[in-house]
């Protein structure tokens, strides 16, 4: 974005859209993209408005994506595509470098952006805030490296455990920056939204932590289900394992069936105890048991607990019920209604319900969410309209893709 | 729409967001979400609300959606979530009458809408414009019927034809309101975009004869292809076939495998060759087979034609380039590059190439929309932003959800 | 099945493979296929192996399809298209009557058979051995109705619940054949094979109770795991719900996407604790929750158990292992190796393994089948080639179709 | 099976399934799959079986299978397990060297074959015939060095092109072979039985080629329809693309989307031409261009051709109906049936039919395939069946696989 942007106009045009002003700024710039359309040319308002966005530029946020060629670093763009404040002016990609986002990813060749650059060639003057899209180990160390103004949301894992120990145990690799892990707020907005608000560096929360904390904390905290036997079946779509071409994950291996893995060993166990343990002052064990669906996208968490002594299945629906009623993004369905990953995705909400087991006194909790949006590149963006000052919600009022 | 939305309240509210306008509202009311939804029906809330709706509901288009049951009803609803000037004020549905839309299309559960209700009770006094997302054989009358000031964009193919004899003989139904027919608009957008802006009543072009007739029509108007022998093998994915219960649409008749139907005798022929016609001022009889893919969303219609005598594949190229640099929503890739229908899912884009065959002079054409978007209602989005005199863009900012 | 089929005769001819069978009876009948391939009339080994097929059709059992216009009437089909000695010559589909099972399921199209008829139509006089697959609540009455000397395996649920009353209670229907219930024996082959054997009336189990019984019956036997706190998380492709016409098994619905359905309540639990609770000798209550996946076959049962006091995770694998090694259909996969449902897809096996659980005294067992062959008619067959003398896994011997 | 079933009886008949011999031998070893399984290997019961095997062998075909660790290497496995003369007695795969088929592919667990081992170390003393899957441009050679007495049949594109020079353009590798290539008969069954049953190598063809030559290879013939303008729409499955890791090939990358690629430039384009030319004798130069469709099997052609003049649909009809209603596995369906990919899954079946163009004079042919079956594994074992003096249907009587 040039310097000419200031902020007074933000009063009275605030509201214009992103995408006028890339058009701007594209006609300014290089003119290289198809984008600057003739329409926008001819029209009378469009002088108006070519005037208006060339104030508005200068507002926004300049948003740089860290590994903008995987799966979480095209969300963010997809998703900032229409944010009315922040402007991406840098994106990374080592082994793509010098290469446009749509080579990569032509379901983004409609947007006009800066090509994408090694992380070491990359300027940061002109960045305000980063989204790290890296792969986990070789976050800390870029992190560490980066000018000390810039706001971060790591949506690695490298920073989501508090205890180094337990992140070199898991990740088998020495934490490098420990003194920034310190100062690491872990992103669950809806639970820690205070603090993100404060934060410098957000370490973004995983798919599946995400869909399992978000129910269990309020439930943990309040005392109305038991922190023991937390069994959680866990089911979600392959996009979570990334754009790296592996066989286990080409289509003819994935499609029409389905499969658990790393049972007892994946390494979102240790963030999810984390947060359990937490909520409930005491150091809580989960059975974990992921599965891999013949699906692109959507996650499923199926979490089988013990209510307390006395409480019932409406005990937990209505403090769910208070605990979220006043979120934009989590919702408890009516009562007997099943979430459905389908009816989330591309979209940032988490949707659950709470229902009676056979077995008296238990309970099934199922959350539903995409573990694309909500579970990283959407959270990530709702922690940084927090960091930034701007309501949470802004740029993510996406409805669900269906069918 | 009223008449107060004009220039200058425009300038000063017509650029707010939708969901920032239900934002405001909330907070006017109790605050959150939820009650919103409440609120519709019947919580204490309401009043407050219809108050703060009934300020808002002057600024904005207030649109009536007939049969929001159905796939493409559903996704005017989606669409219209982030649109800053239309509100949905009335949404029918004979069979599923005085229910929310959210217990027919859980993925719109977040919105806070009016329960729908039989077209026989629907009160249009209220409404300035309307989609029509009703079977084909049932619009003629409903829209005989409804209130001469209201603008309306027909989704069936019940006003494309202008031969009333071709209706007929394709259908199998007389036609019940022929002098309707004379004043609809076919809404091919890029093609006829001067028509559309003065129309009451638009005829919204069919999925495939949308992906078919963008890149023929330049080429057969500008004699670059030969009007003959224009062969098209089309794929569509099933939500075309909208959301009855059928035994050849069960997801175990569908999955893992394709098939051709409706061989020489799908109904949009007749639509396409009166579009190809046309450009060509002469009668053209194209060979058109589609075929159900097993994929939701999606189609793609791989044309092969004879160049003419002297054009080469360049031409072609050119041509196109020039037809539709200026446009948003239809795009030439690069030369070489293959367009995806993946690339194009959930968005309103058209992605177009040309190729050269391997026989001499003929060349293969491809092009790729969304069959619910740009292949309905997106396009009939685009058409109704036009015929109200705003931005024919604005609302249908969506990138494409991939993965 | 007619008395000739002995040692003797199976020693000379038993190998007859069954299209040279249904070839010659063709021929001998109307001739109406095209299957009578030239080829066959024309080469010389033909007339030698015309003779020995008259032979050996006299040898056959001959089988009715029940309800043969269902997926599991059509799996019937397919398995027997390659059975040694099982011919079919009656086929009844109420709805479909006088249509070719090509007609109904072109997969079989290359098949001669006979047309389906209305069951009350069907001539049983040269039928030795039925394959019911009809709709829960209308078998009772129509199995009552047939000749006492066939041999019966329901695939229906009608006969599964010894309990009258908990049929009762759970189909909401009264039991129509109460004394016929007496004599139905529970066919899960590996458990009940001697009773099988003997059985004239085997009522097939379900294919959820199949995938959570094979694995957990030996381990309570056993006293290896606790009968309480038992949670299944099973999974399930589209095709177990049938052929109906239901919107929500579209293929617009169901793909790429999952949830969970009839919580608590779905009709197999009681299957499953009558079977449990036998091997218990005490009553037991199950957690089931069952989840439709976006794929046509497939069955994983994921089962969270307490093990007994004392015992470990290998004492689990030991005793499966012993329980499982000489049979053909039921596998214990190699420690640590994960059972995949696309890895049976199409077959008759079931491959299950084990897992020590993070939370101590805890283990996971997975089971995987394809619904419709162990889960259905595979098992059904594996069962009535118990029935009349074979080998059991005649004509099963179908490696799985991967990819 | 009666114990009479012995050494002896298998003498006389030939024809017991391999099942039942397997069955057999492990009754006479440790009366167990598993350890049939692990004596493979190395378990005391080798020495017993290997007995038993020993004699089997003598009955046999010994059969290689190299480059085991592919789709089409695995689908000669499935198809082989229930051949009653072929055995498999060497596998090879380079990288997979040492392992067993079970560790490569879970879906084949449950057969007791050997370890596979490196090409270069490869025993071929105890080998009659070979299926050679392995990549193209390295099987030349290795074929070249492989004795002389054996029986091939070479999958991969090294020997289908009979000009060299044609080879060397497409491949871009000189050819290694050229003297080979001489021998080498191309591998269409139903066009070439009678060169096939006296080869010694053949080479397999290739899956486009197959859908396509089986219907237009007649009709050239008889001069029904021009060899000009042959407009060819391929679609098909990814398990044609193999199981190599590739970015493009995993599920997030096609689920749900199509497109088209290879246009113009498809390696099948060269062996297709040769075919149809032959059938023509003049050179025909075709329009193709394949598609990747969201599923792991299945291939249709959509074929549009012009009609020779005073030739009508219904004379391609009855010539396709001459043509092949001696034939097994290829069959034209009833008038006005539309051919379905889903209803040959699995199996080694072509299904076909004509249709009557919109365009007078016009005509479009539909064929589907199972392209890793008579596209691929299927075609393979039915000429080695050919070639070894078997039916050649033998073991190859799998319906399709629905749903």
Known sequence: ??????????????????????????????????????????????????????????????????????????????????????????????????????????????????????????????????????????????????????????LSADFRL????????????????????????????????????NARLVANPGCYPTSIQLPLIPLIKAHLIEPRNIIIDAKSGVSGAGRGAKEAHLYTEIAEGLHSYGITKHRHVPEIEQGLSDASNSKITVSFTPHLMPMSRGMQSTIYVEMAPGVNIDDLYEHLNNAYQAEEFVRLLEKGVVPHTRHVRGSNYCLMNVFQDRIPGRAIIISVIDNLVKGASGQALQNLNLMMGFPEDTGLQYQALFP
Chains 1, 2, 3, 4 share one sequence.
């Not at 337990?166 to 603090?195: I, S």
């Open 1 to 154: 974005m040039s310097s000419t942007i200031g902020g007074s106009v933000s009063v009275e045009f605030g509201c214009l859209r992103k995408y006028e002003v890339r058009r701007l700024s594209t006609r300014q710039g290089s003119g290289r993209m198809l984008s600057i359309r003739a329409s926008v040319a001819s029209s009378p308002d469009t002088l108006e408005l070519s005037k208006a966005n060339a104030k508005q530029a200068e507002k926004t946020v300049r948003v740089g994506v860290l590994g903008a060629s995987g799966y979480t670093g095209a969300e963010i763009v997809r998703l900032l595509a229409n944010h009315p404040h922040f402007g991406i002016t840098l994106m990374t990609a080592d082994r793509k470098a010098g290469q446009s986002i749509g080579s990569v990813f032509p379901h983004l060749i409609t947007q006009a952006l800066p090509n994408m650059v090694a992380v070491k060639d990359a300027d940061f003057s002109n960045v305000d805030a980063v989204f790290c899209c890296l792969p986990h180990g070789t976050t800390q160390e870029i992190i560490k490296g980066l000018p000390k103004g810039l706001k971060i949301v790591d």
């Open 162 to 197: 508090r205890d180094i120990n337990e992140y070199e145990e898991w990740y088998g690799l020495p934490h490098k920056a420990p003194e920034l892990q310190k100062e690491a707020v872990y992103g669950l907005t809806e639970v820690l939204r205070g603090e993100i608000q």
